[in-house]
Nanobody
Framework: QARLVESGGGSVQPGGSLTLSCVCSGFTLDYYGLGWFRQAPGKEREGVSAFESTDRTTWYSDSVKGRFTISVDSARKTVYLRMNNLRPDDTAVYYC??????????????????WGKGTLVTVSS
């Protein structure tokens, strides 16, 4: 049974940094793309970043490009999202996901196969 468990959320001031972690189990990581979505109150879940293990390619949404960095430690079966220069509009519940290995699918939440339960990130002064 696939399981994804996020951690690392919290409250931070604008301009601050956080690193989210997602420990994966119950499935073979190399067969999937791995990444993050987020959902702010009253908004749809949106893709943030994804990683494809074969070519080690990455994708970022325009809103986080240059500020967030995704990485995967295959030995630890863990996906990370380093978030720098956080802004109030980054406030959301962040969800780890496993889905298609073609990164163009990562704008669609309904294309994902497995989900974590989410971790809350609040950016406020």
């Amino acid at each position: 049974q696939a399981r994804l468990v996020e951690s690392g959320g919290g409250s931070v001031q604008p301009g601050g940094s956080l690193t989210l972690s997602c420990v994966c189990s119950g499935f073979t990581l190399d067969y999937y793309g791995l990444g993050w979505f987020r959902q702010a109150p009253g908004k749809e879940r949106e893709g943030v970043s994804a990683f494809e293990s074969t070519d080690r390619t990455t994708w970022y949404s325009d809103s986080v490009k240059g500020r967030f960095t995704i990485s995967v430690d295959s030995a630890r079966k863990t996906v990370y999202l380093r978030m720098n220069n956080l802004r109030p509009d980054d406030t959301a519940v962040y969800y780890c996901a496993a889905g298609p290995p073609y990164l163009g699918a990562w704008t669609r939440a309904d294309a994902m196969d497995f989900w974590g339960k989410g971790t809350l990130v609040t950016v406020s002064s």
